[in-house]
């Protein structure tokens, strides 16, 4: 139990559509990631955001955005969705161990886009 | 941009056999990490190495770190069943954005 928490668990869309995916990261964790898992590969890193503020990012269009909240929630926005946006949204929450992250992913969400 | 390679991309073996995989990358490593991936969920980590020539074991499991820090194996004795999923390297390049490799989808045929 890693107490990062995402919903919906899962969604279907339609081309054009805009989404909203939602996180809790775990307690105490004030820095979240999301990662975009297409069928069959590793995650791929979209952005960060440390303190409400967007902390790198990835090679994802300007389509994809995001928030961070105070209390260190977070959400995925993604607009005018294509066909090869579907894929399993993953949130991660970071805290430091000696020196080096260690990140906690939710169960994430399918986004099916049809 | 750095690239992590895993091999072999599918591995599919008996219960008590051993089995290692692989993950490669051009670039030197801040640190490196092992996840598995079960369906329906999201990665859970296994191990942070962040020593060159580090070797770390957890129960069955051996993960051991090259010594120029480019590339890490995993190494399992007497798979079971429970150690099916997908295996993903992962590794910091001295910046926060955490870049994983393809993985590796492991099935252990009881």
């Known amino acids: 139990e890693t107490g990062v928490t995402q919903s919906p668990t899962h969604l279907i869309k339609t081309r054009g559509q805009q989404v909203t995916l939602r996180c809790s990261s775990q307690?105490?964790?004030?820095?979240v990631s999301w990662y975009q898992q297409a069928l069959g590969q590793g995650p791929q890193f979209i952005f960060q955001?440390?303190?409400?503020?967007?902390?790198g990012r990835g090679n994802f269009p300007p389509r994809f955005s995001g928030l961070q909240f105070p209390n260190y929630s977070s959400e995925l926005n993604v607009n005018a969705l294509e066909l090869d946006d579907s894929a399993l949204y993953l949130c991660?929450?970071?805290?430091?161990?000696?020196?080096?992250?260690?990140?906690?992913f939710g169960p994430g969400t399918r986004l099916t886009v049809l | 941009t750095q690239l992590l390679e895993q091999s072999p991309q599918f591995l599919s073996i008996q219960e008590g056999e051993n089995l290692t995989v692989y993950c490669n990358s051009s670039?030197?490593?801040?640190?490196l990490q092992w996840y598995r991936q079960e369906p329906g969920e999201g990665p859970v980590l296994l191990v942070t190495?962040?020593?060159?020539?580090e070797v770390k074991k957890l129960k069955r499991l051996t993960f051991q770190f090259g010594d120029a820090r480019k590339d890490s194996s995993l190494h399992i004795t007497a798979a079971q069943p429970g150690d099916t999923g997908l295996y993903l390297c992962?590794?910091?390049?001295?910046?926060?954005?955490?870049?994983f490799g393809t993985g590796t989808r492991l099935t252990i045929i009881p």
């Open positions: 670039s030197v490593f801040s640190s």
């Open positions: 992962a590794g910091y390049f001295g910046n926060e954005k955490l870049t």
């Open positions: 955001y440390y303190r409400e503020e967007e902390n």
């Open positions: 190495v962040v020593t060159g020539g």
């Open positions: 307690s105490g964790h004030n820095t």
């Open positions: 991660a929450s970071t805290r430091n161990a000696g020196g080096f992250n260690e990140q906690f």
